[in-house]
T-cell receptor
């Protein structure tokens, strides 16, 4: 079975600073990787996903993530954050066989202050 | 823009009451899911469906039940609500076959059982 670890429960950052949210996963088979964002009182919205091919994936709102198979990581980055990026960010993994259920990490709260 | 709807958005109800949380999607997706999310925690899959007349239990044991009589509709029912059922419930859908297909989430229902 697969699992996801988001080591940082909260990341405070100043506006216009760069940010990296860390995600590590474990699985015995090949996986698909996802980052979702959840704004207060809303559902989850897909930021980006890695299926195959280029290990650098670009998503919406200026976010990107890099898949590193040797380190089993899929860290999310943004070069310059805005106040509006304040939200909860979830990394998720699904195995590329069977039903492909999503397994989520515990989330990282990004707090952007002026 | 994903079209998946959940009603009610908020529900406060007494112990012992029967409740049904509604979920509908207009994208024609075959796969649908129910997740339970406690504050500051990851999402746990409690039910999923491959299509009409298909329902399966997820990774987290739940006293709720689901039905899938129509492709677009995936309601969740609690026959007798208890305070331990207090949580946020998120509905999602995705295409078949998955192949890394993205899950689209509804806005969620926040349930408080007194």
């Amino acid at each position: 079975a697969q699992s996801v670890t988001q080591l940082d429960s909260q990341v405070p950052v100043f506006e216009e600073a760069p940010v990296e949210l860390r995600c590590n996963y474990s699985s015995s088979v090949s996986v698909y990787l996802f980052w979702y964002v959840q704004y207060p009182n809303q559902g989850l919205q897909l930021l980006l996903k890695y299926l195959s091919g280029s290990t650098l994936v670009k998503g919406i709102n200026g976010f990107e993530a890099e898949f590193n198979k040797s380190q089993t990581s899929f860290h999310l980055r943004k070069p310059s954050v805005h106040i509006s990026d304040t939200a909860e960010y979830f990394c998720a993994v699904s195995e590329n066989t069977g039903f492909q259920k999503l397994v989520f990490g515990t989330g990282t709260r990004l707090l952007v202050s002026p | 823009e994903a079209d998946i709807y959940q009603t009610p958005r908020y529900l406060v109800i007494g112990t012992g009451k029967k409740i049904t949380l509604e979920c509908s999607q207009t994208m024609g997706h075959d796969k649908m899911y129910w997740y339970q999310q406690d504050p500051g925690m990851e999402l746990h899959l409690i039910h999923y469906s491959y299509g009409v007349n298909s329902t399966e239990k997820g990774d987290l044991s739940s006293e709720s039940t689901v039905s899938r009589i129509r492709t677009e509709h995936f309601p969740l029912t609690l026959e007798s609500a208890r305070p331990s059922h207090t949580s946020q419930y998120l509905c999602a859908s995705s295409e078949l076959p998955s192949g890394g297909a993205s899950q689209y989430f509804g806005p969620g229902t926040r349930l408080l059982v007194l």
